[in-house]
T-cell receptor, first 114, second 113 residues
Framework: ELKVEQNPLFLSMQEGKNYTIYCNYS?????LYWYRQDPGKSLESLFV?????AVKQEGRLMASLDTKARLSTLHITAAVHDLSATYFC??????????????FGKGTHLIIQP | DTEVTQTPKHLVMGMTNKKSLKCEQH?????MYWYKQKAKKPPELMFV???????INESVPSRFSPECPNSSLLNLHLHALQPEDSALYLC????????????FGPGTRLLVL
């Protein structure tokens, strides 16, 4: 059974600070996805990481993937209030077919306070 | 255009009703998905359609019946649902090869009374 574990599950931080969200997974998959969800809204794709050592950055967010450690990180730099949301990491299934559904971590509920 | 549309946005139904959720995308994606998301929980995969054929069914009860009439449309037919089926139902699509992200629609918020 594919397992995806995120931590922390809840994070309250001040604006201007840096922090990292961790995502561990149990398969040998080299595809990992990060999504953002605002309250009452759908999921917005942030990053797609497709190989070991992949690093992607968008604004104050940077994601990386270490497939050997089965670990991905989402780093927040100089946080601003607009980044308050729930962040999910997700891993594709391993059915061997072309399209697989995603297994999500429990999500990290991030609150950034002024 | 990376838009996936879903209708209706909200749905209230009784346990004896029959209703359908609709999802549409025009990105040429050949894989489409249904997920269910309960409050404060992550989305859970229900079904995967690949090239208009059901490829994955995550042991979903038969009161949920998916249908893919063509490569742009995905329906979820609902019948005799239970109150615990109340949730946000999300549709997503992607290129079949899975090398790109899955794009999610806005969801249908379902309440079963």
């Amino acid at each position: 059974e594919l397992k995806v574990e995120q931590n922390p599950l809840f994070l309250s931080m001040q604006e201007g600070k840096n922090y990292t969200i961790y995502c561990n997974y149990s398969t040998t998959s080299d595809r990992l996805y990060w999504y953002r969800q605002d309250p009452g809204k759908s999921l917005e794709s942030l990053f797609v990481l497709l190989s070991n050592g992949a690093v992607k950055q968008e604004g104050r967010l940077m994601a990386s993937l270490d497939t050997k450690a089965r670990l991905s990180t989402l780093h927040i730099t100089a946080a601003v209030h607009d980044l308050s949301a729930t962040y999910f990491c997700a891993v594709e299934g391993m059915s061997g077919g072309g399209a697989d559904g995603l297994t999500f971590g429990k999500g990290t509920h991030l609150i950034i306070q002024p | 255009d990376t838009e996936v549309t879903q209708t209706p946005k909200h749905l209230v139904m009784g346990m004896t009703n029959k209703k359908s959720l609709k999802c549409e995308q025009h990105m040429g994606h050949r894989a489409m998905y249904w997920y269910k998301q309960k409050a404060k929980k992550p989305p859970e995969l229900m079904f995967v359609y690949s090239y208009e054929k059901l490829s994955i069914n995550e042991s979903v009860p038969s009161r949920f019946s998916p249908e893919c009439p063509n490569s742009s449309l995905l329906n979820l037919h609902l019948h005799a649902l239970q109150p615990e089926d109340s949730a946000l139902y999300l549709c997503a699509s992607s290129q079949n090869e899975g090398l790109e992200t899955q794009y999610f629609g806005p969801g249908t918020r379902l309440l079963v009374l």
